[in-house]
């Protein structure tokens, strides 16, 4: 088994050691020092490029989960142009790579945003007004063809927010990323990340949910293997907690572990991707639907995803069991998401239509000794069930349905319904982090609500684009004795840039 605590204290960031596996994995680590001389890249790679639910990284849904993937080229495009943009590009990091060494490099991203909501939590009168401003600065250095080390800031604040401010909001002077890393993860069959990173092979359970302020990042080992069409990621991980400012530490004993294939046209034009992750939490609540009582969580998920592309339709289909123990109650729980979207090229403004359904397991009764909840773990929380954020997988059953137009080349609307149930009206509604927002004892219906949202996006070059969105939901009966208020609005207006540096893929 990958020992995270070796691994990372090769690069002196505070982790659980154990001797044993510290001493054998560090004699690994300057092994492959001495033998492994690949050329590098940053990281812009499989272990972050591939977890949307379309082909190469794109979203079945419309184009909102992750604007800054738009800028550096159309790597995370739910769909890709190859028009011009309107205005020139603005690229103040690349144009200071060009006239520094060839050793270093680097990186610039600025993003400014609005937001606004009523009734916030569910609660009447929670009303709030903020701005959010997230700046990063990263650092990329290679003394040789085969050996990189990278560092990133981040700088995270909240404007005119109703205190308290903080995480996920506020995060100041972070220091986001701090790895050291061998070898490419696309071009050569082995490479090797140590440190402080992102990790997002699979954005339904392991992400970094860019759309929050501070984003989210791993102390992790992250070992990645392939061959022509076979691909295997595995790693060792813990979930940076963050503080309100300086450097942020995981919590110890609070790991994820996982091996992540994926197998490229086993179909024609298509992704097959089985995985198993093993989640240890020392503390976690056991059944939030009756009490706050926590025990120890050690949970395996088995599952495997097949996204492809035919004849222009795109589709998606995933399945996930978890089983294991927590505190004294195993657990037997399960999820699919499946969808659909295609794209009429031929019609004026190319109009996009896109489907999906979700259903996560929850508890019928969560008095009965078996824990049924889903997990979601960490998954990407903007926009996985509208763009207003509310709920999360665990307990939820979700159908949704869009279009995306594109009135002028490079600027994109998308107009979306979802309907939102839970699979158990005597268990809980959880959030995106997995938190229970309410429960009911008794049973009360199932309907959640629904939820509108209209939001959209332009490019104004391959570095810069603008945004902004609305969402609004009308709470059903199962909210009726949940919050004093059962409905929820929010709007935004964001403005992103991002220079990857010269050492990015265009």
Sequence with gaps: MLN?????????????????????????????FAVVVLPLIAQDDVTTQYAGSAMNGAFITGPASNPLSFLNGPAYRTFGSNYPYD??????ASALNANLPQWIAFQAEERLRTEEYRDG?????????????RFRLEADMRATSWFRVSAQVQDARAMLQKPPTGPPNENRWELKLAYTEIGDPEKHWFSLRVGRQMINYNNTLLANSEWRNQGRSYDAAVV??????????????????????????????????????????????????PFVLWRVQPAAVIEPAISKAVGKQDMKAYGVRLKGLARGLD???????ENGKIGNEPIRAWAITEGVAYRFNAVRGQPRVFAQHD????????????????????????DRFGILDQFGWENLQTVRAGVTVEPHHRWTATAQGLDFWVVSALDAIYNTSGGAIGANAIAHGRHVGAEGDVYTWYELNQHFNIGAGFGWFGGGSFLSHIGTSHGYSS???????????RYRRK
């Design 315 to 321: 589709y998606s289909a995933e399945g996930v069991v």
């Design 87 to 92: 205005l020139p590009d603005f690229a103040p």
């Design 121 to 133: 939590n569910f609660q009447a009168g929670n009303d709030d007004f903020l701005m959010l401003n």
């Design 491 to 501: 709007s935004y207006i964001a403005l992103n840039f991002k220079d990857n540096g």
């Design 224 to 273: 990645n293997l392939q061959s022509d069409r076979a691909h295997l990621g595995i790693f060792a991980a813990s979930a940076v907690l963050l503080r309100d400012q300086g450097v942020s530490h995981h919590v110890e004993g609070n790991n994820i572990y996982g091996l992540y294939g994926r197998i490229d046209d086993l179909l024609p034009h298509s992704n097959l991707e």
């Design 359 to 382: 259903l996560g397991s929850g508890n019928s009764n969560p008095a009965g000794g078996v824990h049924h909840t889903f997990d979601a773990m960490y998954p990407t929380a903007h």
């Design 4 to 32: 995270i605590s070796a691994f990372i204290a090769c690069i002196g960031l505070r982790l659980p050691s154990r001797r044993r596996g510290f001493r054998l994995l560090r004699g690994c680590v300057w092994l492959m």
